[in-house]
């Protein structure tokens, strides 16, 4: 079946991540005190449309708070091999780790974090918390408000056992109103043109266990997120029990408010002293 801008509107409207504005919210961590065990390692993972330089600034003020960080590049190919695949990040991590997820890479460390007894903590930035069963695509329709679907083209590219997949990309000139509304023209102009594809398989795959059933999480959502809709947003992060920050932000807020993105992952690492 050929998929066309409309009905990838219907059928995904939604799939991004963060780029912030700042009031937090009621439930917000506080920064937390000093810690008095090793720091824990910080790994951030990207969402689609992204690569990990989108963490760039909040990578520095970890770095300058003395953390240990690792920031991977998702494949973004399928849910369960993403998943496998930062469990084998994870698996050349020592001690304690605080596992961030941005937009679909909340699904990702969801899946990857369980039975990890040295993940301590889940940290959701504009992203997907999916319960088991769930895809990504099915949750950015829970609600109403993203325009995802009317800015994205499909396109072909080779599975590795024959056969060809389908991923999306979002149209440059539609990028920076749809990703990153509050990043500088300039920059938004890069973003678009360093995208990662996206392949449909892993917004429509089904999510298997949910870590943040025993893990403690942290949520940031983007109000002016226009990629995942804020309510749904906000909906999986009260399901979750996470501690929530909200800031005036769009998708892209780990690079327009990195200072706020980094406030919500200390307030995690701190927490696993």
């Known amino acids: 079946m050929q998929l066309t801008r409309r009905t990838l509107a219907l059928a995904l409207p939604a799939t991004l991540a963060a780029l912030v504005g700042a009031v937090p919210a009621s439930g917000t961590a506080a920064a937390g005190t000093d810690r008095h065990g090793p720091k824990p390692t910080i790994v951030l993972v990207h969402g689609a449309f992204a690569d990990a330089s989108s963490w760039s600034g909040t990578i520095r003020r970890l770095q300058r708070a003395g953390y240990p960080v690792l920031a991977p590049a998702n494949p973004l190919r399928g849910l369960a091999a993403d998943t496998a695949y930062l469990r ?24 990857a ?118 309510a749904a947003e906000r909906w999986m992060a009260r399901r979750a029990g996470s501690q929530i920050t909200e800031v005036d932000a769009s998708h892209a807020v780990a690079v327009s408010r990195p200072a706020v993105v980094t406030h919500v992952i200390l307030a995690a690492a701190r927490s696993t002293g």
């Not at 961030?100 to 890479?105: A, D, E, Q, R």
């Not at 889940?122 to 088991?132: E, G, Q």
């Not at 749809?178 to 500088?184: E, I």
């Open 113 to 230: 974090a369980v039975g990890n007894s040295r993940v301590k903590a889940l940290v959701y930035i504009a992203a997907f918390t999916p319960d088991k069963g769930e895809s990504a695509a099915e949750l950015a329709a829970k609600f109403p408000g993203s325009t995802l679907g009317d800015t994205v083209n499909p396109r072909s590219y080779p599975l590795p056992g024959g056969g060809t997949g389908t991923e999306l990309v979002i149209e440059q000139a539609e990028f920076h109103q749809q990703f990153a509304a509050d990043v500088p023209t300039a920059d938004a102009a890069v973003m678009a043109a360093t995208q990662r594809p996206v392949a449909t398989a892993a917004l429509e795959e089904k999510a298997g266990e949910a870590a943040w059933k025993t893990i403690p999480s942290w949520a940031l959502i983007a109000t002016a997120d226009k990629n995942i809709p804020p």
């Open 88 to 111: 084998s990040v994870l698996a050349a991590v020592d001690g304690p780790v605080v596992l961030v997820g941005h937009s679909y890479g909340g699904a990702v460390i969801s899946g």
